[in-house]
């Protein structure tokens, strides 16, 4: 055995595995999980991993923004929204606990110097669906872009926080309900085990599950088929949200999100006749199953959504990405209807987790998307992810500063034949889909076949 960096490294000469131990592994490098590396303090060391490059996450792709508490007279109203979206099953303390946090956070977010848009001396705070006052702050509509990447070069200056992209967590390592580390699979398909005196899950959604989502296509909920193998608790795993328009493309990869405010402006959907079917306007499961009916009436995968008739100077000030990105598409939204499907989008369910993220296991997180804190009960509030995702990423790396032990981290033999030859990818995804449509067959054979 020998000691690389401060990191125990073996070896067997013949076969591809190694063994290292951190202080603190982080899975994922989202701004869950970007966001609680830079809160542990830098005497601990902390290794983290990423399924791909560090960039590609769906934190770089938020665009809207991120809500915040306007000031102490928005409480209610920024509680009721948040309730009212969530229909009403949210959990109450942790809505609490967000929004409390809020401005402390964006301060912390000013303090890393990210850039969000003003207007004058004052920032520009906007709105959205479903808020009744203006309190998102955004940049331009790459807001997700903004803060993540500058998250990232923070964690990159750090020395204690040693990263590794196109590294897989396939297992955890646990024994009578405690979490030591992790198995990962580089991109050569070796195996290390990475063992941790915590272990923080941020993982991040479930859309590459789904045919369609506007998320990458490696974000496909790994860590709740891995804590459902051991038994792990999780939550409301069927509270998934659907966006009902995404650019209907043939090519692999994510959906281009078609923003709602597409159809606030006017907006028509239209069958394969080009009639209208459906109103609009309706909450979005309600128009995402109106357009799934009609897509199986027309025997096609996608329905038309016509901006024609709205005057072009609006559709190009308002939607400028929309129109660049469909034109690359081969579509001139302003000449001609383009095709459209529904998405998945966020989930609102995960590993369950109290205020402090943590899970049913002791030593393990879970945190951001992954995690189900109950903040946005039965459908998110838009923008309210990302700020979920950096209160409890916080409050995590808060305590296990707190509680994480002085000895150095416990090293075992690993049996690593137990992961040759296996499938994890197609494994997982039956794991997931089936426990989905255990907890929910309407909506698994609505949107998971
Ligand atoms: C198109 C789009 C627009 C959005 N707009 C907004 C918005 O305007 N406002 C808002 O608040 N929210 C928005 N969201 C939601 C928000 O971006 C996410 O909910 C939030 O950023 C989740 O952050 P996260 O760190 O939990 O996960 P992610 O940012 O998704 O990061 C997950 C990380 O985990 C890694 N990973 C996954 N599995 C493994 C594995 N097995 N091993 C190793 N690594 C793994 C991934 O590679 C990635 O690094 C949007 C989402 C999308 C897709």
């Keep these: 055995m020998a000691c690389i960096y401060g990191y125990f490294i073996r070896r067997d000469r013949h076969m591809p ?34 399924k791909d490059t560090l960039e590609n996450s769906a934190s770089y792709l938020a665009q809207g923004g991120i809500a915040a508490l306007k000031d102490s007279e928005d409480y ?16 109450r303390k ?17 303090d890393y110097h990210v850039n969000f848009d003003k207007k004058g001396d004052d920032l520009d705070l906007t709105k959205e669906g479903g808020h009744s006052a203006s309190r998102i702050l955004h940049h331009e509509d790459i807001t997700g872009q903004e803060i993540t990447s500058k998250l990232l070069q923070n964690v990159r200056e750090k020395k204690n926080i040693d990263l590794h992209e196109h590294t897989t967590m396939v297992d955890l390592i646990c024994e009578k309900n405690v979490c030591k580390g992790i198995i990962t699979q580089d991109a050569d398909g070796a195996f290390h085990a990475v063992f941790g005196k915590a272990v923080v899950l941020a993982t991040g959604g479930i859309g590459g599950l789904f045919k369609h989502s506007t998320a990458f296509r490696h974000i496909t909920g790994d860590s709740l088929a891995i804590a459902l193998k051991h038994n792990v608790l999780l939550k409301d795993i069927n509270y998934i949200q659907i966006h009902p328009t995404s650019l209907y493309s043939e090519k692999p ?19 394969k006749d080009m009639e209208r079917f459906t109103d609009e306007l ?16 027309d025997g096609r995968g996608f329905v038309w959504l016509d901006v024609t008739h709205l005057d072009p100077e609006l559709v190009k000030s308002h939607f400028p990405n929309i129109l660049e990105h469909c034109k690359e598409e081969g579509y001139d939204i302003l000449k001609e209807p383009f095709p459209v ?20 296991m002791d030593n393990l997180y879970a945190i951001g998307e992954t995690s189900c804190t109950g903040v946005h009960g039965k459908n998110r509030l838009g923008s309210n992810s990302l700020l979920e995702s950096l209160v409890f990423a916080k409050r995590s790396a808060q305590n296990i500063e707190e509680t994480i032990p002085y000895e150095p981290t416990e090293v075992e033999d690993v049996d690593f034949t137990q992961y040759e030859g296996r499938d994890f990818a197609k494994e997982y995804r039956e794991i997931v889909l089936e426990e989905i449509k255990r907890r929910d067959k309407d909506f698994y054979e609505q949107w998971c076949t």
């Design 341 to 360: 499907t529904p998405a998945q989008h966020y989930f609102m369910g995960g590993i369950e987790v109290d205020l402090k993220g943590r899970t049913s």
């Design 253 to 271: 990869g994510r959906s281009f999100l078609i923003s709602e405010a597409v159809r606030g402006e006017g907006g028509v959907l239209r069958n």
């Design 282 to 297: 309706q909450p979005r499961d309600v128009v995402s199953a109106a357009i799934k009916k009609q897509m199986e009436k």
């Design 17 to 50: 595995y190694s063994t290292t131990s951190a202080d603190v592994v982080i899975v994922g490098t989202g701004a869950a999980g970007l966001f609680c590396a830079l809160h542990l303090p830098e005497n601990l060391s902390i290794y983290m991993i990423t």
């Design 94 to 110: 942790a809505v609490d606990t967000m929004i409390r946090q809020s401005p402390v956070i964006i301060r912390e977010l000013l």
């Design 76 to 91: 209610e109203d920024y509680f009721e929204d948040t309730l009212r979206a969530g229909h009403y099953e949210n959990s």
